[in-house]
């Protein structure tokens, strides 16, 4: 089974441009979630959409979107980029079958660069 | 709300056993994940405990005690491979992840 994909591998923008990255997880996951990862920082919890609905968000500002597809594959939005943005943007998918608890797959990661 | 500490960083020998710890401050979760992830890649999936005990997988084991909040990821036969990045998380209840800030483990020859 084809693992998470992300594309583009890498990005390089400028302030206040946006951006969109894209995640297709594995076949048969509902559930997507996004992550920034900075080394000051380390993983943070971005949003999670399942049945192309936003169920969970976390503590980022407005500018940072996302939406998911009834194909499960999910974008996410970044606008007006700021340079403490760049960071390594991770989307990782899961079965969310209801069950107790539910492992999370990542893909490889998107690395942002904002000059 | 959910507090997870790990050491920053931990040096061991190729062939040795080295534990890497977790603890936390938290309401609950439903389980507590362990994550190896290698400089510029994404994080694996490395072991979960939803129970208290130890679970093993090879020449990994978690071990969790949620009365003590503490966790830990024992890693045998060290290879030097297995330097990397440990991350441990709780899975807050269905809603999101949260991760510890990790733990750098450098394997030395």
């Known amino acids: 089974k084809a693992g998470v994909t992300q594309t583009p591998r890498y990005l390089i923008k400028t302030r206040g441009q946006q951006v969109t990255l894209s995640c297709s997880p594995i076949s048969g996951h509902r559930s997507v979630s996004w992550y920034q ?39 996410m939005n970044v606008s007006t980029l ?34 | 709300g959910q507090n997870i500490d790990q050491p920053t960083e931990m040096t061991a020998t190729e062939g040795a056993i080295v534990q890497i710890n977790c603890t936390y401050q938290t309401s609950g979760f439903n389980g507590l994940f362990w994550y190896q992830q290698h400089a510029g890649e994404a994080p694996t999936f490395l072991s979960y405990n939803v129970l208290d005990g130890l679970e093993e997988k090879g020449r990994f084991s978690s071990f969790l005690s949620r009365s003590k909040g503490y966790s830990y990821l024992l890693l045998k036969e ?26 750098r483990l450098s394997v030395l020859p």
């Open chain 1, 37 to 75: 990862q900075t080394p000051g920082q380390g993983l943070q919890f971005l949003f999670e959409y399942f049945s192309e609905t936003q169920r969970n968000k976390g503590n980022f500002p407005g500018r940072f979107s996302g939406r998911q597809f009834s194909n499960s594959r999910s974008e």
């Open chain 1, 82 to 115: 700021e340079l403490g943005d760049s960071a390594l943007y991770l989307c990782a998918s899961s079965l969310a079958s209801g069950g107790h608890t539910d492992t999370q797959y990542f893909g490889p990661g998107t690395r942002l660069t904002v000059l």
């Open chain 2, 78 to 103: 060290l290879q030097m491979k297995d330097s990397a990045s440990y991350l441990c998380a709780v899975d807050n209840y269905g809603q999101n992840f949260v991760f510890g800030p990790g733990t």
